[in-house]
């Protein structure tokens, strides 16, 4: 991070008056706290979406500036210290793959690290990883320090600049203009951000920190929606007060499996989680205190998370449930802080600490702060393309919790999106797009600008129809080269790709090429509980089975272990990676021609083609819905909720298909 500049020196702090006296004349552009700076791209907000949007748009050339309230709080893990889980691990996979910092931040300050679904097929496989709070956000600080093109200015945004219909700059609280071509707005939680403890009701953007008040009026006042969104999150439990006996540990995994595909991983000492639950004593305590919660009580009238629900919420949704699960998480690894999983909630102080102390336990529980919810300001993600770039105010990008979603993943994801947009935008050069069949982030953008969101939007596996090719073991193989060759990805990066693609098509043609005889293996294929082979038969072959793998073959074919141990790098990871393909490249195929097919609607163009108001032939609904989104392609079209079949048949015919 740079000290700043203008083409006229450095910054001066002194006022006009110092000035005066010290015989000097202040450059008209200096009156006092009245700067003005330029840059090619402008990111508002230094949380998980403004730091890989910075980190993207620095390293495709554009001159970048991070624009944030606290830079000891960059990347704050707000809610829980962990990254990725069922889905969100797949996008951290992906960010990494496009040369984002999330996953490689991740596995630095990683306590403890799981596979999740591993019961499953390895379509939903999902890493996640809780990490050391503290230590991440200097991972991501030193991370933005050796990023080329990219300041960083501690300010606070207070008003969208636009010129000439585009968006232009902001000017700050402190009467600083910051002008660029492009502006990412990554603002989280923070506009207009009101925090609910029972009753009481404290302006602020996160535990602490202030709101950021005007600056939703600024963007509104163009044509821009906004409306209300709700999270919360738990009490943080101090350790030393609970009586661990009482509880499950579940430790961590040891495997090769990580985040990134650079650099080693778990460099911090591992730590377990735990487990517990809440009971009828805990749900009775809860239920009287539901007349004071904002939940309930008429206070926050905004939409809150379905699939993270705060446990007053759980309580009335499932009221013949005697328990909800806990899970109690180490935020660091030299800190008393643990995070209380399961327990969001926004009840009074008293009835909080009161519940707690009926899990065993938690008997004697103290807490740093309790848990509390918070109500902010989002835009309709259907004003904008697929590059997240405004339709309404050119230039503008928005990313993250703005956008209506929930996790630091999806966050990053769109951070990533936008941050390369704009760049481009500044520079020139095609649209950064994902489609669905190539990323979870591409199901994530294309979601979010189709389909809108009425709660905040989370990602999970089903809502991929091409989940088989969007493993979290292929996210390099479907992506780094594309983010190699337009400047995403460095040539480090590209070659640790380059060397695994290479040490996987070896092993897969060395199975191809390999006969195993009958009396070699049928013995262990019986106790297995396959059946026997009758004739020789090829190693790839024989990996389709379910019941075998590499690392159980190489037990039984000298030459499959001689043959694997002769990778030097990553051998467990290539390993895997062979495995499944081979093992599922029936399915593999069979989706990857579903996603061709899909690909012939999404070359038929169709916007500006149409003038739906007036096309009778459709529904009324699906005429609105198209106006308002305006899709770009026929299966943009198609996936847009209340567009039937007949619809889009329609279109076809009026456009001679």
Not at 53 to 71: F, I, K, S, W
């Amino acid at each position: 991070m740079r000290n700043f500049a203008t083409p006229n020196g450095p910054f001066c702090n002194a006022s006009g008056g110092a000035a005066r006296k010290a015989g000097r004349r202040l450059p008209a552009l200096f009156t006092t706290m009245d700067y003005e700076l330029r840059y090619d791209v402008l990111v508002i907000g230094g949380g998980h979406a403004g730091c890989e949007a910075a980190v993207a748009a620095a390293r495709l050339g554009a001159r970048t500036c991070l624009v944030t309230m606290d830079m000891n709080k960059i990347a704050q893990m707000s809610c829980n210290p962990a990254v990725g889980g069922i889905a969100k691990g797949q996008i951290v996979r992906e960010i990494d793959a496009l040369g984002g910092e999330m996953g490689r931040v991740a596995d630095a300050t990683a306590i403890q690290f799981r596979m999740l679904n591993r019961s499953k097929g390895p379509a939903v496989w999902s890493p996640r990883a809780q990490c050391d709070r503290g230590r991440f956000i200097w991972q991501w600080r030193a991370t933005l320090d050796r990023t080329g093109n990219l300041d960083v200015w501690q300010d606070q945004a207070d008003e969208l600049l636009v010129s000439g219909g585009e968006a232009a700059g902001v000017r700050t609280i402190w009467g600083v203009t910051l002008r660029a071509k492009a502006v990412v707005v990554t603002a989280g939680t923070f506009l207009n951000g009101l925090m609910h403890i029972g009753r009481t009701m404290v302006s602020g953007g996160r535990i602490a920190e202030p709101a950021v008040p005007r600056f939703t009026e600024s963007v509104t006042r163009h044509g821009i929606r906004s409306a209300r969104m709700k999270t919360g999150t738990p009490v943080r439990i101090d350790r030393r007060s609970v009586h661990f006996e009482d509880m499950e540990e579940q430790p961590g995994e040891t495997d090769f499996h990580q985040f990134s595909f650079m650099g080693p991983s778990r460099r911090l000492r591992q730590l377990p989680c735990w487990t517990c639950s809440t009971n009828r004593a805990v749900h009775d305590t809860l239920r009287s205190g539901l007349a004071d919660s904002p939940l309930y009580n008429g206070q926050i009238k905004s939409i809150g998370p379905r699939y993270c629900p705060s446990i007053e919420t759980k309580l009335t949704t499932f009221p013949g449930k005697d328990q909800h699960p806990l899970f109690l998480e180490p935020e660091g690894e030299d800190t008393n802080e643990m995070y209380l999983n399961g327990f969001s909630s926004s009840l009074p102080i008293g009835v909080q600490l009161a519940a707690l102390r009926h899990i065993p336990a938690l008997r004697d529980v103290r807490v740093y702060r309790p848990g509390y919810a918070i109500e902010y300001d989002f835009f309709d993600p259907t004003q904008l393309d697929h590059t997240l770039e405004s339709k309404v105010v050119p230039g503008l990008f928005l990313a993250g919790q703005v956008n209506g979603t929930t996790g630091y993943e999806e966050a990053g994801g769109q951070g990533l999106v936008a941050g390369a947009n704009a760049a481009i935008r500044c520079g020139g050069g095609a649209p950064f797009v994902m489609g669905r069949d190539e990323s979870y982030i591409g199901v994530l953008v294309d979601d979010l600008v189709t389909k809108g969101v009425d709660e905040p939007y989370r990602m999970f596996t089903s809502r991929a129809e091409y989940r088989i090719l969007l493993r979290q073991d292929d996210a390099d193989a479907r992506l780094t080269e594309r983010a190699y060759r337009m400047g995403l990805a460095s040539g480090e990066r590209y070659n640790w790709w380059l060397k695994k693609r290479n040490a996987i098509e070896e092993m897969e043609r060395f199975c191809i090429s390999t006969t195993v005889k009958p009396a070699a293996v049928n013995s262990a294929l019986e106790q297995m509980g396959t059946t026997p082979l009758r004739e020789g038969t090829r190693l790839y072959d024989l990996l389709a089975r379910p019941q075998l793998s590499m690392e159980r073959l190489a037990q039984l074919v000298p030459a499959l272990r001689e043959r694997m141990e002769a990778v030097t790098d990553r051998k467990d990871e290539i390993v895997e990676a062979t495995d499944i393909r081979i093992k599922y490249r029936g399915y593999i195929e069979r989706e990857r021609m579903v996603a061709d097919k899909m690909h012939r609607l999404e070359n038929i163009r169709i916007k500006g083609r149409f003038n739906y108001a007036e096309m009778q032939q459709l529904s009324t609904e699906a005429r609105q819905k198209l106006a308002a989104i305006n899709p770009d392609t026929l299966a943009q079209a198609s996936r847009i909720p209340g567009v039937s079949p007949s619809d889009i048949n329609v279109m076809l015919v009026l456009m001679g298909r």
